[in-house]
Nanobody
C-alpha cells in the first residue's frame, strides 16, 4: 500500500506560480511512475504531467507544456509540480498518482495504482 499526500495548492492571481508537492509513503518510491492529474468542476479528470520511475523521462499535456515542470526526489519520496504563468483555466483540484506499469498506461489512466486526496488550485483573472 502507498499513501500519497498532496500539498501546496492555493488561491493565486493569473501569471503567478505555485509548487505542488506529493509525499509518498509505504513502498519503495522509485518503483513507481508518478503523475499529476486535475479535475475542474463539471469536467472529467485529465492528465497533466508524468515522470518515469528514475526520473529520466517527463511527459506533459499540451496546454501546460512550457509552463509546468514535474520533478521527483527519490531520496525524499516526493514528486513536485512547478506551475508557472498560471491561467484561470488551470483552476482545478490537482491529484497525485502512482503506478508500477507503463507511463503510457498512467497518461491514459488505464492503470493508476494509487491516488492522492487532491489539493485545490484556484487562479483568479
Amino acid at each position: 500500500q502507498v499513501q500519497l499526500v498532496e500539498s501546496g495548492g492555493g488561491l493565486v492571481q493569473a501569471g503567478a506560480s505555485l509548487r505542488l508537492s506529493c509525499a509518498a509513503s509505504g513502498r519503495t518510491f522509485s518503483n513507481y511512475n508518478m503523475g499529476w492529474f486535475r479535475q475542474a468542476p463539471g469536467k472529467e479528470r485529465q492528465f497533466v504531467a508524468a515522470i518515469s520511475k528514475i526520473g529520466g523521462n517527463t511527459y506533459y499535456e499540451d496546454s501546460v507544456r512550457g509552463r509546468f515542470t514535474i520533478s521527483r526526489d527519490n531520496a525524499k519520496n516526493t514528486v513536485y509540480l512547478q506551475m508557472n504563468s498560471l491561467k484561470p483555466e488551470d483552476t482545478a483540484v490537482y491529484y497525485c498518482a502512482a503506478n508500477t506499469g507503463t507511463v503510457a498506461s498512467m497518461i491514459t489512466m488505464g492503470r493508476i495504482d494509487y491516488w492522492g486526496q487532491g489539493t485545490q488550485v484556484t487562479v483568479s483573472a
